[in-house]
């Protein structure tokens, strides 16, 4: 069982809609939880992090952490074709730097 | 400011051959990180600078994967006899310290095909 697991996709939505994507994991030493997002043929870029557990908003954006679940959630409002793209979850433990990442789900906002 | 770069973008090889693979950080970020990400998966962990010296290379999958970084700035992952399964998106990262939380930058990768 991989410690960060990730619904694939693709996930098609119309322009407008509300995104929901998730992961959950398995080890409970995780502190930081974060969201990239990865445009085709370039590297992640880092869209929220969380420490902990609650939520956090930023934008459109809402990131929200579950510890007693061990699920994370992104939450995308009033979608754009330009949010499609791979959005990968990633996780780390206090003081560590490897990030362990989820494997991704397309997402692909229609206009 | 310049971001994370990498070169080449593109490399094709033949199974058996030496690549290299270089990641220029960005300026003055003292910890620099080499991922692999294969098709259709998230990056994975391979290993771990803090200036010059590998603090952690625990994630190279085997004696043919090796990685410098000789002036604490630029550094070369290095692939001997590769094989198929060395195909893959090879993503360096930087960030400007390892205490709690610093963010890791990506630069656009080095995709390596292995014929």
């Known amino acids: 069982q991989k410690e960060v697991e990730q619904d694939p996709g693709p996930l098609s939505v119309p322009e407008g809609a509300i995104v929901s994507l998730n992961c959950t994991y398995s080890?409970?030493?995780?502190?930081?939880f974060m969201w990239y997002r990865q445009y085709s043929r370039k590297g992640p870029e880092l869209l929220m992090y969380?420490?902990?557990?609650g939520n956090k908003e930023d934008g459109r954006f809402t990131a929200q952490v579950d510890n007693s679940s061990k699920y994370i959630s992104l939450f995308i409002r009033d979608s754009q074709p330009s949010d499609s793209a791979t959005y990968l979850c990633?996780?780390?433990?206090?003081?560590?730097?490897?990030?362990?990442f989820g494997s991704g789900t397309r997402l692909l906002v229609r206009p | 400011g310049a971001g994370v770069s990498q070169t080449p973008s593109n490399k094709v090889t033949e199974k058996g051959k030496y690549v290299e693979l270089r990641c220029d950080p960005i300026s003055g970020h003292t910890a620099l990180y080499w991922y692999r990400q294969s098709l259709g998966q998230g990056p994975e962990f391979l290993i771990y600078?803090?200036?010059?010296?590998?603090?952690?290379d625990s994630g190279l999958p085997n004696d043919r994967f090796f990685a410098v970084r000789p002036e604490g700035s630029v550094s070369t992952l290095k692939i001997q006899r590769t094989e198929r399964g060395d195909s893959a998106v090879y993503l360096c990262a930087s960030s400007s310290g390892t205490l709690s939380y610093n963010e890791q930058f990506f630069g656009p990768g080095t995709r390596l095909t292995v014929l």
């Open positions: 080890n409970s030493a995780f502190q930081y």
């Open positions: 969380t420490y902990s557990s």
């Open positions: 600078f803090q200036g010059t010296g590998a603090a952690d």
């Open positions: 990633a996780m780390l433990m206090d003081s560590s730097y490897k990030l362990i």
